[in-house]
């Protein structure tokens, strides 16, 4: 029995710390480790925020699995929610089972100072220790920010950064760049051509319609699929639909819906969750 289905049957304190490290210290060798990756499917599942809400994630792997369909998350699966740990552990036992049918991107919320702020520290605290924190807290580095699917899509938690043309620039960006984190902070907007500050996420960059026009026609591309904030329907189509920004939990904030990706060539189908 895995520790995702020792979880799932009997909780989260059947599990002891000892178990949780050496299923975090097993999951290093089969996250990519490299800041982008490409992958050439033609098929597949994307979803958004999960933010600790554990059938918010469950929901379309299953349905992956039912389909034989590679799966994508886009980052922000602990804080806020109730079943962090859970959640966590339910997504790297996917990846650890399926390393090549499953992606997962590092969101913001997949950064220590996040995590202090925002839940994930002392959750971890409060049922293990600070030595199970630090632990998952260096897995972070080894989730991808970026991914290109099929030559068609950009995906990534928060949008383009300011200053990458090519995303082939992104592979060797240092993590401490503010680029690299602009992969997963910016937000997109209507109301600018290209980049500005956003304080609203600390100083981080609002993108417009220009900018996501420049970077999809220099690398060939249709479309940037991105999640990291919440929508009302679970879904935003931005910029005549050359960005669709997701959400996957429903009821998250004001009775909003979650929603969930279905991407078959250049055919989007999004799905309750």
């Known amino acids: ?42 098929e597949f599942l994307i979803v958004g925020d999960t933010h600790g809400h554990l059938n918010a994630a469950k929901k379309p792997a299953e349905e992956a699995i039912k389909k034989d369909l590679p799966i994508v998350y886009l980052g922000d699966y602990i804080d806020r929610g109730d079943e962090q740990l859970e959640n966590l552990a339910y997504l790297i036992s996917l990846k650890m089972e399926k390393p090549g049918q499953v992606i997962l991107l590092r969101g913001n919320h997949e950064t220590e100072r996040m995590n202090r702020g925002y839940g994930f520290q002392s959750v971890v605290n409060r049922r293990f220790s600070k030595k199970l924190f630090r632990e998952i807290v260096s897995l972070y580095d080894r989730f991808p920010v970026a991914m ?22 992104i592979m060797d960006l ?28 600390g100083g981080y960059k609002r993108y417009g319609e220009k900018a996501v026009e420049s970077f999809l026609k220099v690398n060939d591309l249709s479309m940037i699929i991105r999640a990291h904030q919440v929508q009302k329907n679970g879904y935003k189509y931005y910029f005549d639909k050359k960005l669709l920004s997701i959400f996957s939990v429903s009821n998250y904030r ?14 989007i189908e999004l799905i309750d969750n």
């Open 174 to 201: 240092n993590h401490g760049d503010e680029r690299y984190k602009e992969i997963f902070w910016n937000d997109p907007t209507e109301e600018i051509d290209t980049f500005q500050p956003n304080f609203q996420r």
């Open 1 to 42: 029995m895995d520790i995702a289905e020792k979880i799932h049957s009997k909780g989260i304190r059947s599990v002891s710390e000892a178990e949780y490290l050496d299923f975090i210290y097993d999951s290093k060798e089969y996250l990519e480790g490299d800041n982008l990756i490409e992958k050439g499917w033609d």
């Open 148 to 169: 290109v699917i099929g030559n068609e899509y950009f995906a990534v938690h928060g949008g383009i950064p300011e200053g990458i043309t090519s995303y082939f620039e």
């Open 254 to 267: 004001g009775g909003n819906q979650g929603k969930y990706a279905h991407v078959k060539g250049t055919d």
